[in-house]
């Protein structure tokens, strides 16, 4: 059985970045989409970025929270998911955690998904 692993976490100020990893291993995930999710204890997972198509290096697809700050991004030869995040806010103070083996349904909706990492906490403080 294959493994996520995300790491790049940390405190950052805010208006800081991060760059977050999500590695793959032990199985094949398939090329079609997979995505960041985050959650905040007490609320639903939220959906970030997601990138599909052409080996995930095709589209990628944000929530509005994330527009033109997060940057998603997939490097097929290392196996590995990225999440570039500036100009972070109070706000997206979460658990970051990756998903793969996409099902279908809204790119965004974590029913979509059933491969999960353990998650990279972000902690963004004023």
């Known amino acids: 059985q294959g493994q996520l692993a995300e790491s790049g976490g940390g405190p950052v100020p805010v208006g800081g970045s991060l760059s977050l990893s999500c590695t793959s291993s032990g199985a094949s995930y398939g090329s079609n989409c997979r995505a960041w999710f985050r959650r905040v204890p007490g609320k639903e997972p939220e959906g970030v970025a997601a990138?599909?198509?052409?080996?995930?290096?095709?589209?990628?697809y944000y929530a509005n929270s994330a527009l033109g700050r997060f940057t998603i991004a997939h490097d097929s030869s290392k196996n590995t998911l990225y999440l570039q995040l500036r100009k972070l806010k109070p706000e997206d103070t979460a658990l970051y955690y990756c998903a793969a083996n996409y099902r279908g349904g809204h790119l965004l909706s974590a029913a979509g998904y059933n491969a999960w990492g353990q998650g990279t906490q972000v902690t963004v403080s004023s």
């Open positions: 990138i599909c198509g052409s080996d995930m290096g095709g589209s990628p």
